[in-house]
């Protein structure tokens, strides 16, 4: 199961991050996902939910950064693409617009923790 695989790396990260700053809990976590990795936010929020539970991150609210696919030519050209009509939602064309070259995708395929959020330390904490 790809979505759990990708939720357990976010988890393990996030849970060594909030340990490196002595912290027992994590209020939120922020996640860059882009669109041509094909996982939804529904479906690693699901899988989060199920795995936190015991852990620093068991409250923690999930937010998701959508990041757009964008490429890359040999030609010079480089921007955001533009989706395959009729395959997959959000599959990102692969051919230069200028040159019809295959593009390096530059952005797109994230699926990575951006951000916690940990209580502030009192003085008495710290």
């Not at 994590?26 to 882009?34: A, K, P, Q």
Request: hydrophobic share 35%; proline share 6%.
């Amino acid at each position: 199961m790809h979505e759990l695989t990708a939720a357990n790396r976010l988890l393990e990260a996030a849970l060594e991050a909030a340990s490196e700053r002595n912290a027992g809990r994590i209020d939120r976590l922020t996640v860059e996902l882009g669109t041509a990795t094909h996982l939804t936010a529904d479906q690693l929020r699901f899988c989060l939910d199920a795995i936190t539970e015991g852990t620093a991150a068991a409250e923690a609210t999930v937010e998701f950064d959508r990041v757009e696919p964008a490429g890359a030519c040999e030609c010079g050209w480089s921007g955001p693409t533009e989706p395959i009509d009729g395959v997959v939602p959000d599959a990102p064309s692969l051919r230069c617009p200028d040159c019809g070259r295959r593009l390096s995708l530059r952005a797109g395929r994230e699926c990575r923790l951006s951000a916690i959020e940990i209580p502030e330390r009192t003085e008495t904490e710290q």
